[in-house]
């Protein structure tokens, strides 16, 4: 198993920009997390997704969107970037129970907005 | 609204030294929490996590944490620390029972352990 995977791994767009950030799981998790790491402030939830089809907004939506097509991929769009959007970007799937289930997180996108 | 605090933001240790980071949870009822660690470089990974039971969890690497309700805390700790334990370590609760549609793990600001050879 892969687990989750995401693509690119670093990535530098200029503003107004906009990019795709990938991410796959092969674990056939119904449930798919984009979140957000910024120093110091631990992680904050993008966007989650319950099953294909079914996504809905986290903490810091504003400036980001998802799609769910499939069960195994959930990528994230940024439109118009701004450098408030220079983050490290973490995929996370867990199985179905969202109170007790791990979460599983991919190896990151490092994404400078300048 | 749920919260987890780490108090310590930077911890600087020896090898062989004992380490026990903070973390406090801010609300009642269900209690479940998580302790993950992202070595450098590298994605969050679990540790350890608590549901219910024996309030001493055990988990990969030598670390354990114990849940002490009357304190609404769940520290980590490790008799002795290797270099290798170098990474900033999170701790999170997922979300409660009864929350309605909150999904999101509530994380911690994060703890960055150096072990100094």
């Known amino acids: 198993n892969a687990g989750v995977t995401q693509t690119p791994k670093f990535r530098i767009l200029k503003i107004g920009q906009s990019m795709t950030l990938q991410c796959t799981q092969d674990?056939?998790?119904?449930?798919m997390y984009w979140y957000r790491q910024d120093p110091g402030m631990g992680l904050k939830l993008i966007y989650y997704?319950?099953?294909?089809?079914?996504?809905d907004k986290g903490e810091v939506p504003n400036g980001y969107n998802v799609s769910r097509s499939t069960t195994e991929d959930f990528p994230l769009r940024l439109e118009l970037a701004a450098p408030s959007q220079t983050s490290v970007y973490f995929c996370a799937s867990s199985p179905r129970d969202r109170y007790t289930d791990t979460q599983y997180f991919g190896p990151g996108t490092r994404l400078t907005v300048l | 609204a749920q919260s987890v605090s780490q108090h310590n933001h930077h911890v600087i240790l020896s090898e062989a030294a004992s380490l026990e980071l903070g973390c406090n949870y801010s609300?009642?009822?269900?209690?479940?929490l998580f302790w993950y660690v992202q070595y450098p470089g590298q994605h969050l990974q679990l540790l350890l996590k608590?549901?219910?039971?024996?309030?001493l969890v055990k988990g990969i690497k030598g670390f354990e944490a114990e849940f002490i309700k009357s304190k609404f805390s769940f520290n980590l700790r490790k008799p002795s620390v290797q270099w290798s334990d170098t990474a900033e370590y999170f701790c999170a609760s997922p979300p409660r029972v009864g929350g309605g549609s909150n999904y999101k793990l509530t994380f911690g600001k994060g703890t960055l352990l150096t072990v100094n050879p």
């Open positions: 674990m056939n998790h119904n449930y």
């Open positions: 997704s319950v099953g294909a089809g079914i996504t």
């Open positions: 609300y009642g009822g269900t209690v479940n």
């Open positions: 608590y549901f219910s039971g024996d309030p």
